[in-house]
């Protein structure tokens, strides 16, 4: 009997054999089979099952041993060769790892960004586990109103769902014994902060409890930036001390590189230290709030367990005091997970910006795929006499797949250089939206990131070259092979692709066009002010040699006075802040819940809320904000006279539709004081040109002692005159720390730093793909001309003008141009609704945007076809038809 | 000189290669023969998987040491799908490369008195 073996070993060898490259099992595979019967026939009859067993261990760790190195061999000859084709191709190489390398490049940059921010857990201890807790009050319409110490207490000791709860609050201190008296900005928190965030101190240590009792010495932890920047690193730092409110301060230490949140603080003291916080008043006053809370959820609670915790406590202590906390106001507590907070908002810039990388990837992949094609109708014979010569099918399909792969890697390797010398630029955007922008780097998870991208393009690009040669790899060394069925086919293909990257194209457009039209509208709203060649600084007094509001009042005015006679300067003030300026942004504006005499609130009622500032005479001149009725404040207006106020338009707007509001009185206390309307001036957005102004009250700075900003319009450019200013105002006070210089329009620029980024990034991902896509139909119409000579030829010995020839292409163009179009506005109008919450005053299916974009597209690619349709028309006859 | 040093570019040899150009040197022979040579002539020590058997001959054939040979036995007296392989000139050479450089080595060794007990001189 000649086949006694078991089937299954049979079976299960040949199987083993697969680990083999193909050619090898071609080559080998039924001889090895034979030699293993042979093998296992004597095993068996010698040694028994023991013997056979053997075999078969010594045969599967052969074959485990062979099979890598073959494969290795057959990727070195194939790299080798790919290498061979590039450099012999060496335009279509250079085009296609250009190509590949934006494509990747751009996905990788993003995509690094998107790791780092939304991706990556917190850099803190056990990061999930921590919230932010906010208290509201919803019926005024205040989302966070802090928290007073007597607040924090309670819900410290009341909660059964925190591990800890602490305290935060930020202020500007001078910082004296370090060249000029600096203003710092000062983290005020409870001891326990940085243990609950987990973070360890790279240089010394952070608070301990005893720091935080009243009367303990005052210590500092630095910020490692603070630090590396101001301190140059000092690893000495540890020990030296600094005045700050006219007290010895010992540093004790320096934090790592962290996000900081909510803001970005140069130095932390403990709650002690801060003179504010440390006063009896905060300490006893329930309504006197201004902390943060942050926390951490004890294991395995959840955020909504926290939260109905967190309420429990919220309506004892409302029903306990119920005075502090009227129901109309609308008090409550509610928790969120600080991953979050850090990055919302970030995440739909984020996500548009890595679904338009995306797309580019897309766009690069199918004009890479549409080169390989053309270059694919050129190789057929190479393939065709390779085949005739005995290579096997796979064989060449495996060569071709390397060469993409290798094309892939290559267009990967350079794509990871353009990202990472984006990343500054890109992180210094990012900043802007989050706090974790400074975790952003290349690591390991980006690189994967990039190496996957590599090996999916090479594998969609590869696969159809590789299924292109297939077809003519049977007919290739027959005669006109090029113009039979597979070039057809191939044209096809190649038209679907072109139609894919204009759709693509349209929805970046689209994207693009959207984001510009809205950063148009931003440029064009009138803020309500004139903010060219004003200059800014921030003024932070020694809190503790200007204890009085008059004295306040009176350094605000010699500051005035000295300033007005500097020359270039046309008009100066001092005020609490000024319109759009970036820390005004970032905190919010201050508020205040008012009365109107003579306008008793309605029970339930919440009281009306107004944004507070305070403002020298100068101000409205200073920004060249007009005064709508009434007067401004003068000279005259101080701690002495009537109170006064100026309102804005919008509040006139609201509270007096129809009635002229100067003289009518407001109380920001409950009726112990009563301010006087004096005037009416236009609104201004303060927030952001985005933003709709909201109800403003203005104050003056001689009644409400609140100078913190010196604003100053000049004839030059007002960048000239900060150094002399900056002396003079050191002669008025050189105990004043200044800080933040920059002119009112830089400010407005960097308002709108975050939506000309995205902008431009889109803009910048748009113009690649409307470049690569109008290429890539230019191309495929080329080839259709050259595929097409002969029946060009007969066409024009039948008569056609070269006027029709033309108008032929140019209509071929157009259909695809049509289509693809056709596709992507569908797309479009399904995908802008991601842009919604970037956009200002222009819908996410804008029209004009719509049509001028397809506009733009059409006559590009129009343009593209025209250059190979005029080609065709001047195709001589007589000479096409002898060629052919 | 030129093919030697483009066969001794080949060397060392691994021990299956060797082995495997051996057992073709006086004859040709199919694959399964070969295992049962090498077996036989190092008495069972150097027993060569299926796998690592064809790696060696495909690397072997690849670089022109070997060739299958077109030779066949008289129908009946072999499997048709057996192929035959035989010994190149170049191979051969590669071979008697690589046994003189055992040699040598083995003349150097003997030369260091490797074999003599220690303490003997």
Not at chain 1, 174 to 200: C, Q
Not at chain 1, 295 to 307: E, H, I, N
Not at chain 1, 619 to 647: E, H, N
Not at chain 2, 48 to 57: D, Q, R, V
């Amino acid at each position: 009997m000649p086949n006694s073996k078991p089937p299954f070993s049979e079976r299960f060898f040949k199987m083993l054999v697969r680990v083999f490259p193909f050619d090898f099992q071609t080559n080998y595979g039924g001889e090895m089979a034979g030699v293993f019967r042979e093998q296992e026939r004597e095993a068996e009859a010698r040694g028994g099952v023991g013997g056979v067993l053997r075999l078969w261990t010594e045969t599967i760790a052969g074959v485990f041993r062979t099979a890598p190195r073959e494969h290795w061999e057959i990727l070195k000859q194939d790299c080798a060769y790919a290498f061979r084709m590039m450099r012999q191709n060496r335009g279509f190489t250079l085009i296609a790892v250009l190509t590949l390398a934006l494509g990747i490049g751009a996905n990788t940059a993003i995509f690094s960004v998107v790791h780092a921010v939304l991706l990556s857990p917190l850099p803190y201890r056990q990061g999930q586990q921590l919230v932010f807790v906010r208290q509201q009050a919803q019926k005024m319409g205040v989302n966070d109103i802090g928290f007073s110490v007597p607040e924090i207490l309670d819900y410290r000791d009341q909660n059964r769902t925190f591990s800890s709860l602490v305290e935060y609050h930020t202020m500007s201190f001078t910082l004296f014994g370090h060249g000029d008296p600096a203003r710092v900005r000062t983290g005020v928190v409870s001891w326990n902060y940085f243990e609950m965030f987990g973070i360890k101190p790279i240089l010394g240590r952070t608070f301990l409890p005893p720091d935080d009792q009243i009367g303990a010495p005052p210590v500092l932890l630095l910020s490692y930036e603070y630090w590396k920047g101001d301190f140059h690193g000092d690893p000495g730092i540890v020990g030296k001390t600094f005045e700050m409110n006219d007290k010895v301060h010992t540093v004790i230490g320096v934090l790592p590189p962290v996000p900081q949140y909510p803001n970005e603080n140069d130095v932390y003291m403990p709650t002690s230290a801060c003179p504010f916080r440390s006063s009896q008043r905060m300490i006893e006053g329930r309504d006197h709030r201004m902390m943060e809370v942050f926390g951490r959820l004890k294991p395995g609670v959840s955020l909504a367990q926290a939260d109905a915790d967190l309420a429990t406590i919220a309506s004892r202590l409302e029903s306990s005091y119920s005075k502090t906390y009227p129901p109309e106001a609308g008090y409550g507590v509610a928790a969120s997970s600080l991953r979050d907070e850090l990055t919302q908002g970030a995440r739909p810039t984020l996500i548009v910006l890595l679904a338009a990388a995306g797309f580019v990837l897309l766009i690069a992949c199918a004009n890479v795929a549409n080169l390989t094609l053309s270059r694919m109708a050129r190789r057929e014979r190479e393939l065709a006499v390779r085949t005739a010569l005995g290579a096997g099918r796979s064989r060449l399909l495996r060569q071709l797949l390397t060469e993409s792969f290798v094309l892939a890697f290559i267009g990967g390797a350079a794509g990871l250089l353009l990202a990472y010398d984006s990343l500054g630029l890109l992180a210094d955007f990012a900043a802007r939206l989050t706090p974790r922008a400074r975790e952003i780097h290349v690591d390991t998870g980006v690189l994967l990131f990039t190496l996957a991208a590599a090996v999916g393009v090479s594998v969609i690009f590869g696969t159809l070259s590789a299924v292109s040669a297939r077809g003519s790899l049977a007919s290739g060394l027959k005669e006109g092979s090029a113009g039979a069925g597979a070039g057809r086919q191939r044209t096809l293909v190649r038209s679907v692709l072109i139609v894919a990257q204009i759709a693509f194209s349209f929805i970046l457009l689209i994207g693009a066009g959207l984001m510009l039209r809205s950063l148009y509208q931003m440029l064009q709203v009138n803020p309500g002010f004139v903010p060219q060649r004003v200059l800014a600084m921030r003024l932070t007094f020694n809190w503790s040699k200007n204890k009085t509001g008059e004295e306040i009042a009176l350094e605000a005015k010699q500051l005035l006075d000295r300033a007005k006679g500097e020359p270039d300067v046309l008009s100066a003030a001092v005020s609490s802040t000024y319109p759009l300026e970036p820390e005004l942004l970032t905190f919010g504006q201050s508020t205040t819940n008012f009365q109107i005499e003579g306008h008793p609130l309605a029970s339930g009622d919440a009281p009306p809320l107004a944004n507070v500032a305070s403002a020298s005479p100068d101000y409205f001149k200073t920004l060249g904000i007009p005064l709508l009725r009434g007067r401004l404040f003068a000279d005259t207006d101080d701690q002495k006279s009537l109170q006064v106020v100026v309102i804005n338009d919008a509040m006139r707007r609201r509270y007096w539709p129809n009635e002229d509001p100067i003289g009518k009185r407001l109380s920001p206390n409950d009726g112990k004081d009563w301010l006087t309307i004096v005037g009416v001036v236009g609104d201004v957005r303060e927030l952001g040109v985005d933003q709709t102004p909201g109800v403003e009250v203005y104050s003056p700075v001689a009644q409400s002692a609140d100078a913190r900003t010196l604003l100053v319009r000049t004839m030059v450019d007002p960048w000239i005159l900060a150094n002399r200013l900056s002396r003079a105002v050191h002669e008025v006070d050189p105990q004043i720390a200044i800080s933040h210089v920059m002119s009112v329009e830089d400010a407005r620029h960097e308002s709108l730093a975050a939506p000309r980024l995205t902008a431009s990034l889109l803009g910048l991902f748009a113009g690649l793909a409307l470049l690569i896509a109008v290429a890539g139909i230019g191309g495929v119409m080329a080839l259709s001309v050259s595929q097409r000579v002969r029946e060009i030829g007969i066409r024009m010995a039948l008569g056609a003008q070269p006027s029709g020839i033309v108008r032929m292409f140019l209509g071929q163009g157009l259909g695809l141009a049509l289509l693809g179009v056709g596709i992507g506005f569908a797309g479009a109008l399904a995908l802008t609704r991601l842009l919604k919450s970037l956009l200002f005053e222009v819908t996410p299916t804008d029209p004009a945007t719509f049509i001028g974009v397809a506009l733009v597209l059409i006559i590009a690619a129009l343009v593209a076809c025209f250059v190979p349709a005029r080609r065709a028309a001047s195709i001589d006859p007589n000479v096409a038809l002898r060629c052919e | 000189m030129t093919k030697k040093r483009e066969s001794e570019s080949y060397l060392p040899l691994t021990p299956a290669m060797f082995h495997v150009l051996l057992a073709l040197a006086d004859g040709e022979k199919h694959g399964y023969a070969i295992l049962k040579e090498v077996a036989h002539r190092t008495e069972g020590k150097v027993q060569l998987s299926a796998g690592t058997l064809y790696g060696n001959l495909a690397r072997l054939e690849g670089s022109g040491m070997i060739l299958e040979s077109d030779r066949r036995p008289e129908f009946g007296l072999d499997d048709e799908r057996r192929r035959y392989y035989r010994l190149t000139d170049f191979g051969r050479e590669v071979a008697i490369a690589e046994a003189r450089r055992m040699e040598e080595t083995l003349a150097q060794a003997h030369a260091k008195r490797l074999f003599r007990k220690p303490g003997l001189v």
